[in-house]
Each structure stands twice: as structure tokens, then as C-alpha cells.
């Protein structure tokens, strides 16, 4: 976990995004501020690239032609020093003109040097890059405001290391080698899903379930309600007349008990997914439940001055949306939950995955577990506030 995410923004990265922005044709609005380096930041860019190429053993020609910063080697020299203006140090001086105003071409020398130091040798290319963008941070420092990112690009960035990580096998307790990618395909391949009752993989049958989520490793971050719906509670009719015994879900008559309003809720887990070619993923994991905020036959008694006093069960949770008959249970028993009316969705992307699934003409879609690939606006939508 600390090898995944020791990641951190720094001023390289900075850099990566202010010369994408400054390069020709680039169509980025710099809100007034200049495209082109000083000639005195221009010189100590050249200086720094210069220094890492003598610093790598990397002829300066070669940099440059692999940069494609000038269409002839005869115009190389306006990006690094010579050997005797390097020999020069501080007190080197440069005709006006001298170098290139144009960061995004010293922003490419940096990565075409770490790329063509020769093998065997570490280069740290981001170590690089904070060490260009060091030269002239009073270039790239009105730039920082729009470029530097938000902690929630910085989250779903260090997240999708996650997928990465341990979409490779790793060693487990016991030595045991571990590769989710194989884990999942012999899963899929025998129907099977992990019962946390038995601590065990158990064949669950042909087709999807909803319960092969559980073969997903995943940490509970927290409930999000997205909707509420007034929902009728039955029980069959025989059952609440204790005549005769009728299955909870029998097309018997119903005995409506009560009618309440319910919220839905989907319950986010950050868990690893399969992913593309096999590999794993980091994905938000939403799965649907429904709240009951007072059951039906929950009792009240009035206090002094008559405050209602609502007894237990305060709660009913539920697995599942009530878009088709779920059973639920309090203190009385067990009866049933069906959605009697318009959905009041109170999240966005809820509202629209309803419309979504409308269209599809799958109202079974609505209630399944859904999985979010992690994006910024992913982040934004489930960690903020």
C-alpha cells in the first residue's frame, strides 16, 4: 500500500502541464499570462538541461534530435551551453537571442535525456522534471492556480495505482501467491462466489448474482442516499388472520399494515474490479439498499406534553431497492416492501441511471449493484461533501 500510493504533486508536474498549455496550437486559454520563458529564465533552462545531460552522459546533439526541437543540427545551439559557457558558471554571459524562449521544447530535452541515458543506469525522470521546473519556478508560478491539481484529481490519481498494483500477483500471508486477474476467471468459470457465513467459495448457479460481488476485494467507505419512494407493507392475508400459512411472496391476497416512506441508499465500497486484458482496476462499488426510517408497526407512546415517542425497531435496513418485493423485518415478523409511486431521486447520476435504465426497458437494472470507474468526477460526486 505505501509503494502504491507514495505519490505526490510536485513541481514537475507543474511543468508537464504548463508546457502543455504554452505549446503552439495548444488552444489553452493562459488567462493573460506570457507563453514564452525570459531570456534570463531561457538561460537557466538551457543550463539545467545542459547539466543533466553532461551530469547522464548524453551528447547534447542527441538530445536534440530526439527532441525534434530544431529541423537542423545547425540550430541545436540555442538549446544548451557549450562546454566553455558551461565552464563559465554564474558569471557566463549570452548575446541577446542566444537561446529558445520556448519552454515546451526544454520540457521535452529533460524526458529525451532520461530516456537515452544508457542501460543499467537509474535515472528518476520525475526528479528531473522538479529539477527543470526548479530553474524557472518564477515562470511556471502564476500558472500554479490552474494547473496544480485538486485533491480529488490527486485521490482518484493515487486510487487507480491501486488496480495496477495488484492487478500482478502478489505474495499473501503464508506465501501464498495471489492473482486476483486468475482468481476472478476460476471464479466466473465455476459459478462460484465467497459466503462470508461459511468463510468459504460455494457454488451460487448459472447466470449472474448479485452476491459474486463478494468476490471482489473491497473496503466499506459509506452510505449514500440517492432517493426515496413511499413504499406499501403487506403481508398475505391468511397470515395476518392465522388462517392457514401463506408464502411471504404467494399471489394470495395482501393485508396492507402500513405505508411509509423509504430511503435509497447505495452502500460505496472502494473495491478492485476486473479490468481490461485481464488486469484489475480500482472502481466505486454501489450497492442498493432501502431504509425504513419507522417500520409499520412500530408503536408510539405519547409523553408529557404529547411528544410521540417512536419505540423499536427505529430503522429497517433492506438489501435491494423496493422496484420489485423485498422482504423486510421488525419486531412483529417478517412482510413485504414494493415501491408505490414516482421515485424523488436526490442524486443526479442516480437520475439519470434511472432514465438509463427506463429506456433499456430493464427495471431489474435499477437495483443492481452498480461498480464507478474512479475519476475526478467520481471522487467529487461520492467523497465531497
Known sequence: MADALAVAAKPGE?????????????????????????????????????????????????????????????????????????????????????????????????????????????????????????????????????????AFEKVAGHLNLLGSYFGKPRRGPGGTMVGLPRYWESCERGSLAYCASKDAMGFVGMGPRENRTGNLPTIHLLPRVVGRVSVPCTIPREVETGVGVAPLFGEAERHLIGRVKADLLYGVSLALTPGRGGRGSASFLLEPWTAIVRGPRSKVRAEDGGVLILTDPAEIMVRGFPFGRLAAEDDEGRFVIEDDGLVEARCPDFKRWIARSDEAGDPDMIGSPRALPVTLETCEMLLGP
Open 14 to 150: 507543474i511543468l508537464t502541464r504548463v508546457s502543455a498549455m504554452v505549446a503552439p496550437k495548444s488552444g489553452a486559454d493562459l488567462g493573460g499570462r506570457k507563453r514564452k520563458l525570459t531570456p534570463t529564465q531561457a538561460a537557466r533552462a538551457a543550463a539545467c538541461v545542459t547539466s543533466m545531460m553532461v551530469r547522464l552522459g548524453v551528447r547534447p546533439a542527441d538530445a536534440c534530435r530526439a527532441a525534434g526541437v530544431a529541423p537542423s543540427p545547425n540550430n541545436f545551439h540555442a538549446f544548451h551551453l557549450t562546454e566553455k559557457e558551461m565552464g563559465q558558471g554564474g558569471a557566463a554571459t549570452f548575446p541577446e537571442g542566444r537561446f529558445s524562449l520556448s519552454l515546451h521544447h526544454y520540457h521535452r530535452l529533460a524526458l529525451e535525456t532520461a530516456r537515452l541515458t544508457g542501460p543499467g543506469a537509474a535515472v528518476d525522470q520525475a526528479a528531473l522534471l522538479d529539477e527543470l521546473a526548479d530553474a524557472f519556478a518564477d515562470f511556471l508560478g502564476p500558472f500554479v492556480p490552474v494547473v496544480e491539481r485538486t
